[in-house]
């Protein structure tokens, strides 16, 4: 079965600092793979996602992520948070050939100090 | 257009009782989805509907039951509440399950409480 780790529970910055949230994925085959966005009291939003070409994906609001089969890992990065980044970010797999289950990782709230 | 619509956004039950909750979609989506969301567990998926007719189980189906009453609803019913599924309930719907780089679009949630 799929499964998603996320490295970290809590991660607190201040603004402007460079920003790093780890995945890793558990499936061996062909994956899409997504960053979801929660702020607080919303619905979750996509941020970006991969399911072929190049490996460097950019989002929206400056976030990207790098998927590196190698590692099974599709983690997402910011150069400079703000304040407003304050959320909890979710990692999602889907197996191509696997069908319904896009798998979610357990998330990692973000507190950005202004 | 709204995109995904969720009812109730808060509910309180009781231990025993039952409740519908309902979703809808007005992007043409053929799949939709109920996930539960609790603290430290990410998102869990309970029933999923690959297209209009059909219904599946996901990962923690026990205590549930959806109709998918057509493209446009699906629905998500506690037919005797337990304290358990005290939990954040967000249902999601997607073009076409299973197409590579497909997307999930989330409905704003519904807190439910069970006492």
């Known amino acids: 079965a799929q499964s998603v780790s996320q490295h970290n529970h809590h991660v607190i910055l201040s603004e402007a600092a460079s920003l790093e949230l780890g995945c890793n994925y558990s499936?061996?085959?062909?994956?899409?793979l997504f960053w979801y966005v929660q702020y607080p009291g919303q619905h979750l939003q996509l941020l970006l996602k991969?399911?072929?070409?190049?490996?460097l994906v950019k989002g929206i609001k400056g976030f990207e992520a790098e998927f590196i089969k190698s590692k099974f890992s599709f983690n997402l990065r910011k150069p400079s948070v703000q304040w407003s980044d304050t959320a909890e970010y979710f990692c999602?797999?889907?197996?191509?050939?696997?069908?319904?289950?896009?798998?979610f990782g357990p998330g990692t709230r973000l507190s950005v100090l202004p | 257009n709204a995109g995904v619509t969720q009812t109730p956004k808060f509910q309180v039950l009781k231990t025993g009782q039952s409740m519908t909750l309902q979703c809808a979609q007005d992007?043409?989506?053929?799949?939709m989805y109920w996930y539960r969301q609790d603290p430290g567990m990410g998102l869990r998926l309970i029933y999923y509907?690959?297209?209009?007719?059909?219904?599946d189980k996901g990962e923690v189906p026990n205590g549930y039951n959806v109709s998918r009453l057509n493209k446009r609803e699906f629905s998500l019913r506690l037919e005797s509440a337990a304290p358990s599924q005290t939990s954040v309930y967000f249902c999601a719907s997607s073009f076409t399950l299973g197409q590579p780089g497909e997307t999930q679009y989330f409905g704003p949630g519904t807190r439910l409480l069970v006492l």
């Open positions: 499936y061996g085959g062909t994956v899409n």
């Open positions: 992007m043409n989506h053929n799949s």
């Open positions: 991969y399911f072929s070409g190049d490996p």
């Open positions: 509907s690959a297209s209009e007719g059909t219904t």
């Open positions: 999602a797999v889907n197996a191509d050939n696997y069908g319904q289950n896009f798998v």
